[in-house]
């Protein structure tokens, strides 16, 4: 298991201020989301844990050792389902271990292709998927990335509401199971409250940490809870919080 801290975290490029002292952590095991407006620098962060890009000031660690600019300690997951459409279902869900450069267990792989409900498609192209499925293919993939630290770029804003919801219940009991940390970004108010143990409020670019708090649902959680009085109270005042 792994624990992933950012510490007042700042980015700019150029004149234009995208980060502002952000502070965060993932723990073993958990579930963070980062909710925020529409180009508030989400998607930046990732680009920070990533080692695509190198903070401005701040450190970002990973079970204390600092990754400022160091690539490969994450497995990510981005908003389209990024398969090579030349690889079947197998060949995909594999790549993460070939780039990792670790012998792949074929066994677990096509476990967890039968846990995604692809049973028999293994051999399928990405062209004969639907977009869930194809979602589906390219989650496991992570999950079958050596790295313990997950990091989820709105994998679902595509697809349709029922669709949307079938997917979070999905990847709750496929989270449930394997227990990775997973680092979630999405402008979802009900998304964030349905998957996460704790959500990270942000505010607009430059962005900052408005708020943070404990989501206070037991698990394994239902889509009952999403029309539940606590749930749409604390809806209603995160709401205000990204309003305000």
């Known amino acids: 298991m792994a624990r992933l801290t950012l510490d007042h975290i700042a980015k ?4 234009n201020e995208v980060l502002r002292n952000i502070t965060l952590s993932v723990g ?8 925020g407006p529409s180009g508030s620098g989400k998607s930046t962060i990732f680009q920070l844990i990533g080692g695509l890009y190198t903070p401005d000031a701040g450190t970002i660690s990973l079970d204390g050792s600092v990754l400022n ?8 997951m981005p ?11 197998l060949q995909n869900v594999r790549l993460s271990a070939e780039v990792a450069g670790i012998k792949p267990d074929e066994e677990q792989m096509k476990e967890l292709i039968r846990s995604a409900g692809l049973a028999g498609y293994e051999h399928a192209y990405p062209d004969e998927l639907s977009g869930g499925m194809k979602q589906r293919v390219s989650f496991i993939r992570s999950l079958n990335a050596p790295q313990q630290i997950i990091c989820l770029d709105e994998p679902f804003s595509a697809l349709d509401e029922f669709t949307r919801l079938e997917m979070q219940q999905w990847l709750l009991s496929i989270w449930e199971t394997n227990r990775k940390s997973i680092l979630f970004i999405t402008h979802n108010i009900d998304e964030a409250l349905f998957l996460s143990d704790r959500i990270i409020v942000l505010s607009d670019k430059p962005a900052a940490v408005k708020k943070e708090l404990t989501v206070p649902f037991a698990r394994p959680r239902t889509e009952d809870l999403l029309l539940s009085g606590p749930f749409l109270q604390l809806k209603r005042e995160i709401y205000s919080e990204l309003r305000g």
Do not use: K, M, N
Not at 12 to 15: K, L, V
Not at 81 to 89: G, I, K, Q
């Open 12 to 15: 700019s490029y150029g004149s």
């Open 28 to 35: 073993d095991a958990e579930f963070v989301s980062i909710l």
């Open 69 to 76: 600019g160091s690539r490969g300690h994450i497995s990510y």
């Open 79 to 89: 908003q389209s389902p990024a398969l090579f459409p030349w690889r079947t279902v």
